[in-house]
């Protein structure tokens, strides 16, 4: 049973370059969150979605970022243009429902270094 | 404003004792908390919950304490293992507030030491 799939794993860019990170939800969640960790700021929900709809984007920082659920099986958080203060690690999480009760399952993640 | 707090950010311990990882929030409404564990290079998994109605909830070797009226919560780690070494997230969330998910604290990092 798979489990949250990110892609790459990995990436390595020089600031000013657009950065696309990918996630595979837990077939059958209908709730998606893109989480960002740092040192300084711990665990940041930058944005979620619910049935591939975006409910809330006010954790993601700037214009800069944006995030897209096509259908149930995939999302997007795009960087562009990236700057070396977007380096971290970015989480993405799926669950049956938006919170409450329900427990989120994460990604490995993506660690992102912008030189 | 932080709604969950975790004001150690690391912590050490002599394998085979207690560990215990505290956590504070500030919004009254959160009526369900978690903690979820994080080792390198994986994403945070979740290892123990309680919801207000209780004020203690255990799992072999991990119980959670949860005071409402003081707006802490603590995991205790009886005995500590080496595998417990770890970064360790409180978060909470207001079930009945919607479309309201889980907020998350800054993490404590937990060296045991053998």
């Known amino acids: 049973d798979a489990g949250v799939i990110q892609s790459p794993r990995h990436e390595v860019t020089e600031m000013g370059q657009e950065v696309t990170l990918r996630c595979k939800p837990i077939?059958?969640?209908?709730?998606l969150f893109w989480y960002r960790q740092t040192m300084m700021r711990g665990l940041e929900l930058l944005i979620y979605f619910n049935n591939n709809v975006p409910i809330d984007d006010s954790g993601m920082p700037e214009d800069r970022f944006s995030a897209k659920m096509p259908n149930a099986s995939f999302s997007t958080l795009k960087i562009q243009p990236s700057e070396p203060r977007d380096s971290a690690v970015y989480f993405c999480?799926?669950?049956?429902?938006?919170?409450?009760?329900?427990?989120?399952?994460f990604g490995p993640g993506t660690r992102l270094t912008v030189l | 404003d932080q709604q969950v707090k975790q004001n150690s950010p690391s912590l050490s311990v002599q394998e085979g004792r207690i560990s215990i990882l505290n956590c504070d929030y500030t919004n009254s409404m959160f009526d369900y908390f978690l903690w979820y564990k994080k080792y390198p290079a994986e994403g945070p998994t979740f290892l123990i919950s309680?919801?207000?109605?209780?004020d203690k909830n255990e799992d072999g070797r991990f119980t959670v304490f949860l005071n409402k009226s003081a707006k802490h919560l603590s995991l205790h780690i009886v005995p500590s293992q080496p595998g417990d070494s770890a970064v360790y997230f409180c978060?909470?969330?207001?079930?009945?507030?919607?479309?309201?998910?889980?907020?998350f604290g800054k993490g404590t990092r937990l060296s045991v030491i053998a």
């Open positions: 999480a799926s669950s049956l429902g938006q919170g409450g009760y329900n427990e989120q399952f």
């Open positions: 077939s059958g969640h209908n709730s």
């Open positions: 978060a909470a969330s207001d079930p009945w507030a919607g479309n309201t998910p889980l907020v």
């Open positions: 309680i919801s207000s109605i209780k």
